[in-house]
């Protein structure tokens, strides 16, 4: 499976602030998807996030809230805009194999929202 | 509405037990499922597939699926303490959705 990194991989941030997450994938992929997993949470799908197209976001996820680029095959960046404490969370990107039903997880970043 | 159901735990084995962990999902549109380990404060990770209706072994994980009863469970024999962890299921629905949907996992303590 393919070794992902992300970036910070936690942070301390003020309201009303933002912060962009990297994900870093070390071969290509067509396929990226973000998560977020709010404390004693599952998963909950934020976006996913394919190369050559602009990103599909889940139903409550909206672009100005969560943009997200994608610039090559190797790389994405989720945004966290206008940050408040309900925002304080774990946020995760994937990379999926297949028809991306087999997905492979980074480490996550731990966010805390003041 | 596609879900995924999961009992949340504790549940509790001891050393050396075998270990249950079930699941159930609400739409025969998946063919694709999946057991994810997560330990506190790491990311899930990949253990174990199933496509076919049956079971699936690989060392001590054996994944079972029954599509007529919309049933996943997983086992994990001669548990270890080290097996302590929170266990995801997920089932893939294609098409149109093309997303992963997650229960909200269980969370298995092995006694030492």
């Known amino acids: 499976s393919a070794v992902i990194s992300q970036k910070p991989s936690r942070d301390i941030c003020q309201r009303g602030t933002s912060l962009t997450i990297q994900c870093q994938v070390d071969s290509q992929v067509t396929m990226m998807f973000w998560y977020r997993q709010q404390p004693g949470q599952s998963l909950t799908l934020i976006a996913t996030a394919n190369q050559g197209s602009e990103a599909t976001y889940e139903s409550g996820f909206v672009i100005d809230k969560f943009p997200i680029s994608r610039p090559n095959l190797t790389f994405s960046t989720l945004t966290v805009s206008n940050m408040s404490p309900e925002d304080s969370s774990i946020y995760l990107c994937?990379?999926?194999?297949?028809?991306?039903?087999?997905?492979?997880f980074g480490p996550g970043t731990r966010l805390l929202v003041l | 509405q596609k879900e995924v159901e999961q009992n949340s735990g504790p549940l509790s084995v001891p050393e050396g037990a075998i270990a249950s962990l079930n699941c159930t999902y609400s739409d025969r549109g998946s063919q694709s499922f999946f057991w994810y380990r997560q330990y506190s404060g790491k990311s899930p990770e990949l253990i174990m597939s199933i496509y076919s209706n049956g079971d699936k072994e690989d060392g001590r994980f054996t994944a079972q699926l029954n599509k007529a009863s919309q049933y996943v469970s997983l086992l994990i024999r001669d548990s270890q303490p080290s097996d302590s962890a929170t266990y995801l299921c997920?089932?893939?629905?294609?098409?149109?959705?093309?997303?992963?949907?997650f229960g909200t996992g269980t969370l298995l303590a092995v006694q030492p």
């Open positions: 997920a089932a893939f629905y294609g098409g149109a959705t093309n997303k992963l949907i």
């Open positions: 994937s990379v999926g194999q297949g028809k991306g039903e087999t997905q492979y």
